[in-house]
């Protein structure tokens, strides 16, 4: 299982050391819950490096991809609400 943490927090271009924010693992990602993954409710998925929101994600379902996984990096696509393609918005570890 991998974690994602925000990329930033608290100070602009560098990492932050809090908590994790979501979870990874098989092929979707998970909301935390007490700082566990709430494995019964995945709200992505993952195709390839292209993320997903799934009907249990807030929102709903998404028929294009909100995130691109690069490498360590989750980038956010022209489709996400928040796009900035200048920046990562989580980094897993």
Not at 39 to 67: N, Q, R
Request: glycine share 10%; no cysteine; aromatic share 8%.
């Amino acid at each position: 299982m991998q974690y994602l943490h925000q990329s930033t927090y608290g100070h602009a271009g560098g990492e932050h050391s809090l908590k994790p924010v979501m979870a990874m693992d098989r092929g979707h990602i998970y909301d935390l819950k007490e700082g566990r993954p709430d494995l019964s409710k995945p709200i992505y998925a993952i195709h390839g490096d292209k993320v997903f929101a799934t009907e249990h994600h807030p929102g709903g379902a998404t028929p294009h991809a909100l995130f691109e996984i690069k490498g360590d990096k989750v980038h956010t696509t022209s489709a996400h609400p928040a796009h900035n393609p200048a920046s990562h918005t989580f980094v897993i570890r």
